[in-house]
């Protein structure tokens, strides 16, 4: 069965700092995305960061970058130079096997940014 | 980026009372879109995925007939929720696909409803 695992329910790191959160996935399917989502406690949802199973290169956008461990079915958000915008949920996601677009989501950790 | 809209972001009714959340996608056409649900603290849980012009297809454990989906046109969906109860208080945030990036998903900013 496909499974999402966020093990950190909260975390705090230092402004200016770098953090990780971590996610770990078991699917069967051999092809793959996964997706980190923020959010903040208005509640909608920010498209973060997308990795894709045949991607050669860890993703990166801006302060966000995925620490992707095919091996280890690990996909870690890393966030850089911390800001105190960055206090928020953050969900690990990934599509369901043979449905395309129907997403399992993570239970979330939530971060908060220490100035 | 693609943007999603939901209408009310927040209400409140009285318990036996229908209510009726409208979800919108406002620069794409959404050819699917899903609703979920989600209690404090805790995760999103898919209730249904809806295509435009078919029935939707309703997550194991969630009732129908309870929570009424409608996607009549590619940019408009409709989730009621009939008879509401206290715990039917959520919130409820919708997604918008696009048939040609169909991994992607374009969240609403949330309903939050309560049920007195």
């Known amino acids: 069965a496909q499974k999402i695992t966020q093990t950190q329910p909260g975390m705090f790191v230092q402004e200016k700092e770098a953090v990780t959160l971590d996610c770990t996935y078991d699917?069967?399917?051999?092809?793959?995305?996964l997706f980190w989502y923020k959010q903040p406690s208005s509640g909608e949802m920010i498209f973060l960061i997308y990795?894709?199973?045949?991607?050669?290169q860890n993703a990166t956008e801006g302060r966000y970058s995925l620490n992707f461990q095919k091996a280890r079915k690990s996909a870690n958000l890393v966030i850089s130079a911390s800001q105190l915008g960055d206090s928020a949920m953050y969900f690990c996601?990934?599509?369901?096997?043979?449905?395309?677009?129907?997403?399992?989501f993570g239970t979330g950790t939530s971060l908060t940014v220490i100035p | 980026g693609a943007v999603v809209s939901q209408h009310p972001s927040r209400v409140i009714c009285k318990s036996g009372t229908s209510v009726k959340i409208e979800c919108r996608s406002l620069?794409?056409?959404?050819?699917?879109m899903f609703w979920y649900r989600q209690f404090p603290k805790q995760s999103l849980m898919l209730m249904a995925t809806?295509?435009?012009?078919?029935?939707?297809?309703?997550e194991q454990g969630v009732e129908k007939d309870k929570f009424l989906i409608n996607h009549a046109s590619l940019t408009l969906s409709t989730l009621t929720v009939t008879s509401a109860h206290p715990e039917d208080s959520s919130f409820y945030i919708c997604?918008?696909?696009?048939?040609?990036?169909?991994?992607?998903?374009?969240f609403g900013p949330g309903t939050r409803l309560t049920v007195t």
């Open positions: 809806s295509n435009e012009g078919s029935k939707a297809t309703y």
């Open positions: 620069d794409f056409q959404a050819t699917t």
């Open positions: 990795q894709g199973s045949y991607d050669q």
């Open positions: 997604s918008g696909a696009m048939s040609s990036r169909t991994y992607e998903q374009y």
């Open positions: 996601a990934m599509p369901l096997a043979n449905t395309g677009n129907q997403f399992y």
């Open positions: 699917t069967s399917d051999p092809s793959y995305g």
